[in-house]
T-cell receptor
């Protein structure tokens, strides 16, 4: 069992749909990252959260520390949201190397 | 600079040649990480520098891989005698205190 598991692995949606990507982890963490990777390979950090919920534009991230689970939601999805979304957790509370989920390939069709 | 900068953005090299990849972290960031992502696979950790401490090299896949960092500045990742399985996107990230990391755009390495 991977330390960080994401679901689904692939997701296809129609423009405008509400999207949820889930992440479960088994290690103790201080914070969890949601990252976005576009086809060119570059990575953008979307959120880092340690409790509750964060919102940025159409993106919402939630985390439940007790259940070791986080979700990334995209409201009113758009084709430009098509990317790989990756959940990552640091191994130690002081900040260290990240352990990554396998990623969720999201395709939003017009 | 404003963000983590990596160079080159793309590199094509012949099998057996050595390559050097560069990462300029955000100024003042004490921690620097190298990761790689091979085609169709997830990100994997390579090496971690934290200040003047000995680096965590536990993720380096073979002795052909090495990395250096001078103080809290630039880092270079060197791959000697490249093999086709070294083809990947190599990502650098830096952080200051705590777990928040900032990523570069990566170097896409293709070994032909």
């Amino acid at each position: 069992k991977n330390e960080v598991e994401q679901s689904p692995q692939n997701l296809t949606a129609q423009e405008g749909e509400f999207i949820t990507i889930n992440c479960s982890y088994s290690v103790g963490i201080s914070a969890l990252h949601w990252l976005q990777q576009h086809p060119g390979g570059g990575i953008v950090s979307l959120f880092m959260l340690s409790s509750g919920k964060k919102k940025h534009g159409r993106l919402i991230a939630t985390i439940n520390i007790q259940e070791k689970h986080s979700s990334l939601h995209i409201t009113a999805s758009h084709p430009r949201d098509s990317a790989v979304y990756i959940c990552a957790v640091p191994r130690e509370t002081s900040g260290s190397r990240l352990t990554f989920g396998e990623g969720t390939q999201l395709t939003v069709n017009p | 600079g404003a963000g983590v900068s990596q160079s080159p953005s793309n590199k094509v090299t012949e099998k057996g040649k050595d390559v050097e990849l560069r990462c300029d972290p955000i100024s003042g960031h004490t921690a620097l990480y190298w990761y790689r992502q091979r085609l169709g696979q997830g990100l994997e950790f390579l090496i971690y520098f934290q200040g003047n401490s000995a680096p965590d090299k536990s993720g380096l896949p073979s002795d052909r891989f090495s990395a250096e960092r001078t103080g809290e500045s630039v880092s270079t990742l060197t791959i000697q005698r490249t093999q086709q399985e070294d083809s990947a996107v190599y990502l650098c990230a830096s952080s200051y205190i705590g777990p928040e990391a900032f990523f570069g755009q990566g170097t896409r390495l293709t070994v032909v």
